[in-house]
């Protein structure tokens, strides 16, 4: 029972280069979310999708872009990545109603030089 | 457009003393609360929640919390920690729409053997 499964786990990258981080959900959740976390910061949301075909900007989407092509899959891509992208990115999945809990992956911790 | 206010930033105690998370929220519309604890180098993984009746709401490793609609309040507590305890915890609102989901700071947990 995977539930939220997150890839890659880690990776470096250099100013300017472009890559995607995939999020795969085994639940049947209708919502996914990508959010970072930073330092005092907490959680925060920056894309997130209430449907296949379907996504929608959260606080911090500036940088970022996010397809929803498959119900299970979410991906988060960074088109030139800026040092400030350096953080650690989270998936997470749930149900369309307010009592139900969120299901985070483990996280991607990006460091971007 | 809801908030949350978690009081603490880190919170040190010693093992088998009780401990209390404070949390405040705001929302002009009616809301469900989540507490998330956080493991070292792990997603965030769902404490307890509190959908309706009851105040006071149980979960999972002995901690509980209490709902308190006038002070706007969702305090997190647990009579005696342990040294497996020490994590970071977060608050979280969801309502309105239940697309987005609202995330304090966090408070660091320090359990001191």
């Known amino acids: 029972n995977a539930g939220v499964t997150q890839t890659p786990k880690f990776r470096v990258l250099k100013t300017g280069q472009s890559m995607t981080l995939l999020c795969a959900q085994d639940?049947?959740?209708?919502?996914m979310y990508w959010y970072r976390q930073d330092p005092g910061m907490g959680l925060r949301l920056i894309h997130y999708?209430?449907?296949?075909?379907?996504?929608a900007k959260g606080e911090v989407p500036d940088g970022y872009n996010v397809s929803r092509l498959k119900k299970q899959n979410f991906l988060l891509g960074l088109e030139s990545a800026a040092p400030s992208q350096t953080s650690v990115y989270f998936c997470a999945s749930s149900y369309p109603t307010g009592s139900q809990p969120q299901h985070f992956g483990d996280g991607t911790r990006l460091s971007i030089l | 457009a809801q908030s949350v206010t978690q009081l603490d930033s880190q919170v040190p105690v010693f093992e088998e003393a009780p401990v209390e998370l404070r949390c405040n929220y705001s929302s002009s519309v009616s809301v469900y609360l989540f507490w998330y604890v956080q493991y070292p180098n792990q997603g965030l993984q769902l404490l307890l929640k509190?959908?309706?009746?009851?105040?006071l709401v149980k979960g999972i490793n002995g901690f509980e919390a209490e709902f308190n609609k006038s002070q706007t309040s969702f305090h997190l507590r647990k009579p005696s920690v342990h040294i497996s305890d020490t994590a970071e915890y977060f608050c979280a609102v969801r309502g309105g729409g239940y697309q987005k989901v609202t995330f304090g700071i966090g408070t660091k947990l320090q359990v001191i053997p």
């Open positions: 639940m049947n959740h209708e919502y």
């Open positions: 509190y959908l309706s009746g009851s105040t």
């Open positions: 999708s209430v449907g296949e075909g379907t996504t």
